[in-house]
Nanobody, 123 residues
């Protein structure tokens, strides 16, 4: 079971990035997939989640309306489209696979983690 996050980079405030989370060794839509982030000097926080099978999405208030999660079952990949980026979105972003289909905001409910991808938003 492996998750590979990619797509991070440097972007100006107001810009956009799309993160990808590619899975190998398991089928993504059997599990909830979450995105978390850890900013400089901050604890890791939950950002968003997509349910297995039905694909319902959930977002932290801080990103709601700006970030969108989606899933491509054929590519076994989940995406996080990030628009209207702000400097406070600067963080290492991690994707993680849940222990079930149901979304959660708690790290303990996610068993497999990707390596993280750095997003830097300049003001």
């Amino acid at each position: 079971v492996q998750l590979q996050a990619s797509g991070g980079g440097l972007v100006q405030s107001g810009g956009s990035l799309r993160l990808s989370c590619a899975a190998s060794g398991f089928t993504l839509d059997n599990y909830a997939i979450g995105w978390f982030r850890q900013g400089p000097g901050k604890e890791r926080e939950w950002v968003s989640c997509i349910n297995g099978r039905e694909g319902s999405t959930y977002y932290a208030d801080s990103v709601k309306g700006r970030f969108t999660m989606s899933r491509d079952n054929a590519k076994n990949t989940v995406y996080l489209q990030m628009n209207s980026l702000k400097p406070e979105d600067t963080a290492v972003y991690y994707c993680a696979a849940g222990t079930s289909e149901a979304c959660s905001i708690w790290e303990a409910d996610f068993a497999s983690w990707g390596q993280g991808t750095l997003v830097t938003v300049s003001s």
